[in-house]
């Protein structure tokens, strides 16, 4: 009979890092160190005998890898895990990636997402959301929160939904609607002698994710089960957009701004 594990501790003292040489894996690491975290860093090729000695000492397992990979990575960390240890991820979407920890797992599931990249602005203020596998892991949430504030990162608490809704929002239509709008823009017979200043500051934001992370982002948006409901809502409001509703749709988008409206 397989036994669920609780979480057996509220503070993490040692965490291993699977994924280590990426850059969320390696930012993670390094930040946890400098907070005096006990670090293990793991990284292709995985070394068992490593994984055998260090893991079964180890309160938390942070998997820095593509949800490609989750269901190959798994069954070599797994079964080196100590009771009660914590398994994590560090994943855009937690729908499937919760799933597959979950099917491998019996001990306590916790979800994350870093909402930044390993170079934070210095205006933006870092959070992490966090998800609980399983109803009785939310306990294990504390533990994870109070990990992540050592590392004077935020964190709060979210749903599978809420979560991967969001996301499909913010990652998925984001990349989906600039990189429509950009090939669409292109179709303008010498557009680029016609470039204004917010122009320009759009097709900058818009470099990176585009000519450098564009399969990272098509791997997030097939795996996020909300990406094509996003993708009907903004139509319908490109479709208020055709039929001249710009004074309702400008109303609509400065609710981003509401806290400065007098």
Known sequence: ????????????????????????????????????????????????????????????????????????????????????????????VKGRPLQQMIRAYDGPVVGTHPLFGPVIPADFDPTVA??????????????????????DLGAFESTVEEHDKAMAMIQALNFSSTIAFLACSREIPNIEKFVTPSFKRRLESANKMVTQDSDLFVTISDANQYSHEAIRLFRSFLSLAAAGDMDLLAGRASWWWRENST
């Open 130 to 151: 966090l998800v609980a596998g399983r109803e009785e892991d939310r306990s294990s949430i504390l533990a994870v929160k109070d990990f992540f504030e050592r590392l």
């Open 1 to 92: 009979m397989v036994v669920k594990m609780e979480c057996e501790f509220n503070k993490i003292h040692s965490i291993a890092v699977i994924g280590s040489r990426g850059q969320m894996g390696g930012f993670l690491a390094l930040k946890a160190e400098r907070a005096g975290v006990l670090v293990h860093r793991f990284d292709q090729p995985i070394d068992e005998a490593e994984l055998a000695r260090l893991l079964p000492a180890t309160d938390f397992v942070l998997l820095c890898i593509p949800v490609t990979v989750m269901d190959d990575v798994l069954p070599r960390i797994v079964p080196h895990m100590k009771k009660g240890a914590v398994l994590s991820d560090v994943g855009s």
